[in-house]
Protein backbone atom coordinates (compact mmCIF):
# COMPACT_ATOMS: atom_id res chain seq x y z
CA UNK A 1 0.00 0.00 0.00
CA UNK A 2 1.43 3.38 -0.72
CA UNK A 3 1.90 5.84 1.89
CA UNK A 4 0.71 9.60 1.73
CA UNK A 5 4.17 12.36 2.56
CA UNK A 6 3.15 16.11 2.71
CA UNK A 7 5.06 17.96 0.15
CA UNK A 8 7.09 20.91 1.13
CA UNK A 9 4.62 24.04 1.83
CA UNK A 10 7.62 26.76 1.32
CA UNK A 11 7.67 25.67 -2.53
CA UNK A 12 4.59 24.47 -3.51
CA UNK A 13 2.72 27.23 -1.80
CA UNK A 14 4.67 30.09 -1.48
CA UNK A 15 6.61 30.26 -4.23
CA UNK A 16 3.08 29.13 -6.38
CA UNK A 17 1.59 32.44 -5.23
CA UNK A 18 4.43 34.10 -7.02
CA UNK A 19 3.43 32.49 -10.28
CA UNK A 20 -0.48 32.54 -10.47
CA UNK A 21 -0.29 35.91 -10.79
CA UNK A 22 2.23 36.41 -13.87
CA UNK A 23 1.80 36.66 -17.40
CA UNK A 24 4.18 35.96 -19.82
CA UNK A 25 5.44 40.04 -21.16
CA UNK A 26 6.30 39.24 -24.04
CA UNK A 27 4.75 40.31 -27.24
CA UNK A 28 5.13 41.16 -31.19
CA UNK A 29 6.99 44.07 -32.00
CA UNK A 30 6.89 45.86 -35.15
CA UNK A 31 9.80 45.57 -37.05
CA UNK A 32 10.03 49.76 -37.76
CA UNK A 33 12.60 51.43 -37.89
CA UNK A 34 13.06 53.01 -34.19
CA UNK A 35 12.67 49.50 -32.92
CA UNK A 36 16.14 48.19 -35.46
CA UNK A 37 19.30 47.29 -33.15
CA UNK A 38 21.68 49.87 -33.54
CA UNK A 39 24.95 47.49 -34.49
CA UNK A 40 28.83 48.88 -34.87
CA UNK A 41 30.70 48.74 -37.60
CA UNK A 42 32.61 45.47 -36.36
CA UNK A 43 28.96 44.30 -35.43
CA UNK A 44 27.68 44.62 -38.98
CA UNK A 45 30.34 42.42 -39.94
CA UNK A 46 29.78 40.36 -38.22
CA UNK A 47 25.81 39.93 -38.85
CA UNK A 48 26.53 40.06 -42.49
CA UNK A 49 28.93 36.89 -42.57
CA UNK A 50 26.40 35.10 -40.19
CA UNK A 51 23.68 35.91 -42.78
CA UNK A 52 25.37 34.83 -45.11
CA UNK A 53 26.07 31.52 -43.21
CA UNK A 54 22.98 31.07 -41.91
CA UNK A 55 21.30 31.94 -45.78
CA UNK A 56 23.62 28.80 -46.94
CA UNK A 57 21.83 26.56 -44.68
CA UNK A 58 18.42 27.72 -45.24
CA UNK A 59 19.31 26.73 -48.81
CA UNK A 60 20.22 23.32 -48.35
CA UNK A 61 24.09 23.67 -49.77
CA UNK A 62 26.70 22.61 -47.40
CA UNK A 63 28.17 24.23 -44.09
CA UNK A 64 31.04 24.38 -42.30
CA UNK A 65 30.86 22.25 -39.23
CA UNK A 66 34.34 23.62 -37.35
CA UNK A 67 32.34 24.10 -34.05
CA UNK A 68 29.81 21.45 -32.35
CA UNK A 69 26.71 22.84 -31.36
CA UNK A 70 23.29 21.41 -30.27
CA UNK A 71 20.06 22.65 -28.53
CA UNK A 72 20.10 20.55 -25.30
CA UNK A 73 15.83 21.28 -24.58
CA UNK A 74 13.32 23.37 -26.38
CA UNK A 75 10.37 24.75 -23.84
CA UNK A 76 7.09 25.72 -24.51
CA UNK A 77 4.54 28.33 -23.13
CA UNK A 78 2.14 30.18 -23.70
CA UNK A 79 2.59 34.11 -23.98
CA UNK A 80 0.52 37.05 -23.52
CA UNK A 81 0.09 37.82 -27.29
CA UNK A 82 -1.13 34.29 -28.11
CA UNK A 83 1.91 33.47 -29.72
CA UNK A 84 4.16 30.50 -28.18
CA UNK A 85 7.14 31.56 -25.85
CA UNK A 86 9.97 29.40 -26.70
CA UNK A 87 13.02 28.91 -24.22
CA UNK A 88 15.79 27.00 -25.36
CA UNK A 89 19.18 25.59 -23.66
CA UNK A 90 22.12 26.15 -26.42
CA UNK A 91 25.13 24.00 -25.99
CA UNK A 92 29.18 24.99 -27.69
CA UNK A 93 31.40 22.73 -27.70
CA UNK A 94 34.15 25.59 -26.58
CA UNK A 95 36.67 23.52 -26.57
CA UNK A 96 37.60 23.86 -30.24
CA UNK A 97 37.66 27.33 -30.24
CA UNK A 98 40.89 29.80 -29.61
CA UNK A 99 38.64 32.35 -28.32
CA UNK A 100 35.39 32.41 -26.24
CA UNK A 101 34.48 35.77 -28.36
CA UNK A 102 31.63 34.09 -30.87
CA UNK A 103 28.58 35.94 -32.69
CA UNK A 104 25.28 33.63 -33.09
CA UNK A 105 22.30 34.26 -35.14
CA UNK A 106 19.22 32.56 -34.92
CA UNK A 107 16.48 32.00 -37.43
CA UNK A 108 13.23 30.31 -37.20
CA UNK A 109 11.77 29.56 -40.51
CA UNK A 110 7.86 28.08 -40.88
CA UNK A 111 7.72 25.04 -42.82
CA UNK A 112 6.20 25.51 -46.10
CA UNK A 113 6.70 28.90 -46.19
CA UNK A 114 7.23 30.03 -49.88
CA UNK A 115 9.46 32.96 -50.58
CA UNK A 116 8.00 36.40 -51.02
CA UNK A 117 8.69 38.45 -54.24
CA UNK A 118 9.84 41.90 -53.64
CA UNK A 119 7.13 44.03 -55.02
CA UNK A 120 4.59 41.99 -52.55
CA UNK A 121 6.92 41.99 -49.72
CA UNK A 122 5.66 44.17 -46.42
CA UNK A 123 7.52 45.57 -43.53
CA UNK A 124 8.05 42.54 -41.69
CA UNK A 125 6.59 42.07 -38.01
CA UNK A 126 9.50 39.96 -35.83
CA UNK A 127 8.41 38.86 -32.35
CA UNK A 128 11.01 39.06 -29.83
CA UNK A 129 11.46 38.83 -26.17
CA UNK A 130 13.26 42.56 -25.56
CA UNK A 131 13.72 45.33 -27.25
CA UNK A 132 15.77 43.39 -29.31
CA UNK A 133 14.78 42.67 -32.63
CA UNK A 134 16.46 41.87 -35.95
CA UNK A 135 14.62 41.85 -38.77
CA UNK A 136 16.13 41.38 -41.88
CA UNK A 137 19.57 41.91 -42.82
CA UNK A 138 18.72 44.27 -45.40
CA UNK A 139 16.89 46.19 -42.75
CA UNK A 140 19.51 47.10 -40.25
CA UNK A 141 19.67 50.82 -40.31
CA UNK A 142 23.10 51.26 -39.92
CA UNK A 143 23.79 49.51 -43.22
CA UNK A 144 24.82 51.89 -45.84
CA UNK A 145 22.83 52.15 -48.78
CA UNK A 146 25.06 50.13 -51.21
CA UNK A 147 25.21 47.69 -48.84
CA UNK A 148 21.48 47.06 -48.27
CA UNK A 149 20.42 46.74 -51.89
CA UNK A 150 23.83 44.08 -52.01
CA UNK A 151 22.52 42.25 -48.91
CA UNK A 152 19.04 42.12 -50.18
CA UNK A 153 20.37 40.63 -53.96
CA UNK A 154 22.29 38.11 -52.61
CA UNK A 155 19.28 36.79 -50.56
CA UNK A 156 16.73 37.03 -53.51
CA UNK A 157 19.30 34.68 -55.81
CA UNK A 158 18.88 31.95 -53.29
CA UNK A 159 15.34 32.86 -53.39
CA UNK A 160 14.94 32.12 -49.20
CA UNK A 161 11.29 32.04 -47.67
CA UNK A 162 11.09 34.76 -44.60
CA UNK A 163 12.09 34.22 -41.04
CA UNK A 164 9.48 34.17 -38.13
CA UNK A 165 11.68 35.24 -36.19
CA UNK A 166 15.63 36.23 -36.34
CA UNK A 167 18.03 37.32 -33.58
CA UNK A 168 21.51 38.33 -33.03
CA UNK A 169 23.90 37.58 -30.08
CA UNK A 170 27.41 38.64 -29.19
CA UNK A 171 28.91 36.55 -26.52
CA UNK A 172 31.81 35.82 -24.37
CA UNK A 173 31.10 32.29 -23.63
CA UNK A 174 32.17 31.46 -20.58
CA UNK A 175 34.60 28.27 -19.48
CA UNK A 176 32.87 25.01 -19.76
CA UNK A 177 33.03 23.14 -16.54
CA UNK A 178 34.61 19.73 -15.70
CA UNK A 179 35.06 19.38 -19.51
CA UNK A 180 31.69 19.93 -20.83
CA UNK A 181 30.48 22.39 -23.19
CA UNK A 182 29.53 25.98 -22.80
CA UNK A 183 25.88 26.41 -22.44
CA UNK A 184 23.69 29.82 -23.13
CA UNK A 185 19.99 30.19 -23.07
CA UNK A 186 17.59 32.58 -25.08
CA UNK A 187 14.22 32.05 -26.51
CA UNK A 188 12.13 32.88 -29.06
CA UNK A 189 8.08 33.29 -30.32
CA UNK A 190 6.31 31.38 -32.97
CA UNK A 191 2.79 31.20 -33.74
CA UNK A 192 1.90 27.07 -33.69
CA UNK A 193 3.39 24.60 -36.13
CA UNK A 194 6.23 23.28 -37.51
CA UNK A 195 9.48 25.49 -38.00
CA UNK A 196 13.12 24.93 -38.93
CA UNK A 197 15.57 26.42 -36.28
CA UNK A 198 18.86 27.71 -37.56
CA UNK A 199 21.75 28.64 -35.55
CA UNK A 200 24.73 30.01 -36.87
CA UNK A 201 28.17 30.57 -34.97
CA UNK A 202 31.17 32.47 -35.77
CA UNK A 203 34.61 32.84 -33.60
CA UNK A 204 35.06 36.75 -33.17
CA UNK A 205 38.48 36.85 -32.93
CA UNK A 206 40.89 33.76 -33.23
CA UNK A 207 44.40 33.88 -31.82
CA UNK A 208 46.05 33.59 -34.56
CA UNK A 209 45.08 36.62 -36.97
CA UNK A 210 46.31 34.75 -40.19
CA UNK A 211 43.82 31.48 -39.02
CA UNK A 212 40.17 31.64 -40.68
CA UNK A 213 37.53 32.03 -38.42
CA UNK A 214 35.98 29.07 -36.86
CA UNK A 215 32.43 28.33 -38.45
CA UNK A 216 29.29 26.42 -37.26
CA UNK A 217 25.65 25.73 -38.52
CA UNK A 218 23.31 23.78 -36.66
CA UNK A 219 20.06 23.05 -37.83
CA UNK A 220 16.76 21.32 -35.87
CA UNK A 221 12.99 20.69 -37.24
CA UNK A 222 10.36 21.45 -34.05
CA UNK A 223 6.98 21.32 -33.82
CA UNK A 224 5.41 24.68 -32.01
CA UNK A 225 2.58 23.42 -30.02
CA UNK A 226 -0.77 25.37 -29.92
CA UNK A 227 -2.37 26.45 -26.62
CA UNK A 228 -5.09 28.75 -28.01
CA UNK A 229 -7.64 25.88 -27.63
CA UNK A 230 -10.61 24.97 -25.56
CA UNK A 231 -9.35 21.73 -24.14
CA UNK A 232 -7.68 21.93 -20.89
CA UNK A 233 -3.37 21.57 -21.49
CA UNK A 234 -0.54 22.47 -19.82
CA UNK A 235 3.08 24.19 -20.88
CA UNK A 236 5.98 21.99 -20.71
CA UNK A 237 6.88 20.36 -17.44
CA UNK A 238 10.15 21.95 -16.65
CA UNK A 239 12.61 19.67 -13.82
CA UNK A 240 14.45 22.86 -12.05
CA UNK A 241 17.72 22.36 -10.48
CA UNK A 242 16.39 25.93 -8.72
CA UNK A 243 13.06 27.60 -8.45
CA UNK A 244 13.20 30.82 -6.69
CA UNK A 245 11.29 34.19 -5.86
CA UNK A 246 13.11 37.14 -7.31
CA UNK A 247 12.44 41.08 -5.30
CA UNK A 248 11.39 42.53 -8.73
CA UNK A 249 11.15 41.65 -12.25
CA UNK A 250 14.28 41.52 -14.74
CA UNK A 251 14.54 44.38 -16.92
CA UNK A 252 14.59 43.53 -20.89
CA UNK A 253 18.25 43.12 -20.99
CA UNK A 254 18.00 40.49 -18.53
CA UNK A 255 15.38 38.81 -19.58
CA UNK A 256 16.89 38.67 -22.70
CA UNK A 257 20.16 36.81 -21.06
CA UNK A 258 17.45 34.76 -18.65
CA UNK A 259 14.85 33.08 -21.05
CA UNK A 260 13.83 30.91 -17.93
CA UNK A 261 12.79 34.13 -15.35
CA UNK A 262 8.91 33.66 -15.73
CA UNK A 263 7.65 37.14 -14.34
CA UNK A 264 9.25 37.03 -11.01
CA UNK A 265 9.83 33.38 -10.64
CA UNK A 266 13.57 32.32 -11.87
CA UNK A 267 13.81 28.87 -12.98
CA UNK A 268 17.13 27.55 -13.71
CA UNK A 269 16.15 24.04 -15.24
CA UNK A 270 18.12 20.90 -15.46
CA UNK A 271 19.49 19.43 -18.86
CA UNK A 272 19.14 15.91 -17.77
CA UNK A 273 17.07 13.93 -15.74
CA UNK A 274 19.55 12.81 -13.12
CA UNK A 275 19.41 13.99 -9.55
CA UNK A 276 21.76 13.04 -6.55
CA UNK A 277 20.10 12.42 -3.18
CA UNK A 278 21.03 15.54 -1.60
CA UNK A 279 19.18 17.66 -4.39
CA UNK A 280 15.54 18.71 -4.67
CA UNK A 281 13.69 17.07 -7.68
CA UNK A 282 11.76 20.71 -8.74
CA UNK A 283 9.11 20.33 -11.18
CA UNK A 284 6.90 23.72 -12.63
CA UNK A 285 4.57 24.05 -15.11
CA UNK A 286 1.39 26.41 -16.15
CA UNK A 287 -1.92 25.30 -17.04
CA UNK A 288 -4.06 26.78 -19.91
CA UNK A 289 -8.18 26.60 -21.00
CA UNK A 290 -9.29 25.59 -17.64
CA UNK A 291 -13.14 25.98 -17.15
CA UNK A 292 -14.41 29.05 -15.05
CA UNK A 293 -17.20 28.78 -12.69
CA UNK A 294 -20.18 31.22 -12.05
CA UNK A 295 -17.46 33.66 -10.18
CA UNK A 296 -15.11 33.53 -13.33
CA UNK A 297 -12.67 31.62 -11.45
CA UNK A 298 -11.51 28.14 -12.29
CA UNK A 299 -11.23 25.46 -9.73
CA UNK A 300 -8.10 22.69 -10.81
CA UNK A 301 -6.89 19.59 -8.48
CA UNK A 302 -3.29 18.75 -8.95
CA UNK A 303 -2.32 15.25 -7.38
CA UNK A 304 1.13 13.98 -7.30
CA UNK A 305 2.22 10.78 -7.21
CA UNK A 306 5.91 8.30 -7.42
CA UNK A 307 6.51 5.38 -8.64
CA UNK A 308 9.69 3.44 -8.69
CA UNK A 309 10.81 1.27 -11.84
CA UNK A 310 12.36 -2.16 -11.79
CA UNK A 311 12.52 -5.36 -13.34
CA UNK A 312 9.04 -6.11 -13.19
CA UNK A 313 7.51 -2.67 -14.15
CA UNK A 314 7.40 0.16 -11.45
CA UNK A 315 5.46 0.20 -8.40
CA UNK A 316 3.55 2.82 -6.68
CA UNK A 317 6.13 4.45 -3.58
CA UNK A 318 3.60 7.20 -2.41
CA UNK A 319 1.98 10.42 -3.09
CA UNK A 320 1.82 13.59 -1.54
CA UNK A 321 -1.31 16.07 -0.86
CA UNK A 322 -2.50 17.40 -3.77
CA UNK A 323 -2.41 21.15 -5.02
CA UNK A 324 -5.89 23.16 -4.91
CA UNK A 325 -6.12 26.10 -7.33
CA UNK A 326 -9.19 27.85 -6.66
CA UNK A 327 -10.83 30.88 -5.30
CA UNK A 328 -9.99 29.56 -2.02
CA UNK A 329 -6.44 29.46 -2.71
CA UNK A 330 -5.69 32.01 -5.54
CA UNK A 331 -5.36 35.82 -4.80
CA UNK A 332 -8.18 37.54 -4.90
CA UNK A 333 -7.37 39.99 -8.03
CA UNK A 334 -6.46 36.52 -10.18
CA UNK A 335 -7.73 37.31 -13.48
CA UNK A 336 -7.53 34.06 -16.17
CA UNK A 337 -7.25 36.44 -18.62
CA UNK A 338 -4.25 38.27 -17.22
CA UNK A 339 -2.59 35.98 -14.84
CA UNK A 340 -1.11 32.47 -15.87
CA UNK A 341 -2.54 29.54 -13.77
CA UNK A 342 0.86 27.82 -13.00
CA UNK A 343 1.53 24.33 -10.98
CA UNK A 344 4.80 22.98 -9.14
CA UNK A 345 6.51 22.00 -6.04
CA UNK A 346 9.52 20.54 -4.89
CA UNK A 347 10.55 17.36 -2.92
CA UNK A 348 14.28 16.64 -0.92
CA UNK A 349 15.73 13.38 -2.49
CA UNK A 350 17.53 12.25 0.41
CA UNK A 351 15.01 9.53 1.33
CA UNK A 352 15.24 7.86 -2.40
CA UNK A 353 16.87 5.25 -3.01
CA UNK A 354 19.11 5.04 -5.60
CA UNK A 355 17.14 3.93 -9.25
CA UNK A 356 14.62 5.20 -11.67
CA UNK A 357 11.77 6.75 -11.41
CA UNK A 358 8.50 8.26 -12.59
CA UNK A 359 6.50 11.46 -11.03
CA UNK A 360 2.33 11.16 -12.23
CA UNK A 361 0.85 14.12 -12.41
CA UNK A 362 -3.01 13.93 -12.31
CA UNK A 363 -4.94 17.33 -12.84
CA UNK A 364 -8.45 17.85 -12.71
CA UNK A 365 -10.71 20.66 -13.80
CA UNK A 366 -13.67 20.42 -11.72
CA UNK A 367 -15.47 22.67 -13.34
CA UNK A 368 -15.90 21.17 -16.48
CA UNK A 369 -15.23 17.58 -15.22
CA UNK A 370 -12.18 16.95 -17.99
CA UNK A 371 -8.88 15.48 -16.50
CA UNK A 372 -5.15 15.28 -17.57
CA UNK A 373 -2.34 13.27 -16.80
CA UNK A 374 1.40 14.04 -17.38
CA UNK A 375 4.61 12.08 -16.48
CA UNK A 376 8.03 12.61 -15.53
CA UNK A 377 10.93 10.61 -15.60
CA UNK A 378 14.13 10.94 -13.48
CA UNK A 379 17.04 8.85 -11.30
CA UNK A 380 18.33 9.39 -8.42
CA UNK A 381 21.67 8.55 -7.69
Given at each position: MSSRRRARPSVSVCVLGFVVLVALVVAPLQAQEKDARKLDRTQLAEAQALAKLVDTAQA????PSDVPITIDRYDFFRAASGHTYVPFILSIDSRV?????VSVMLRVVKKGAKPVPPKERKAPQVTAV???????LSDLRDLTEEERAKAQAEREKLNLAPAAFEDLYFLDLKPAQAGGPAR???AFLAEAGEYDVYLGLKERKPADKKQKPRLGVYKQ????????GSEIVTSSLVLADKIEPLAKPLSA?????????????QIVPKVDTRFAKTQELSVYFQIYNAALNSAGKPDVLVEWGFYQKNADGEKKIFTTDPTILNASTLPPQFDVAKHQLAGGSAWPLSSFQAGDFRLEIKITDK????TLTKNVSFSVS
Open positions: GQATLANPASDRPVNDLSRTITVPDYNDQQWENPYTIGQLVSGK
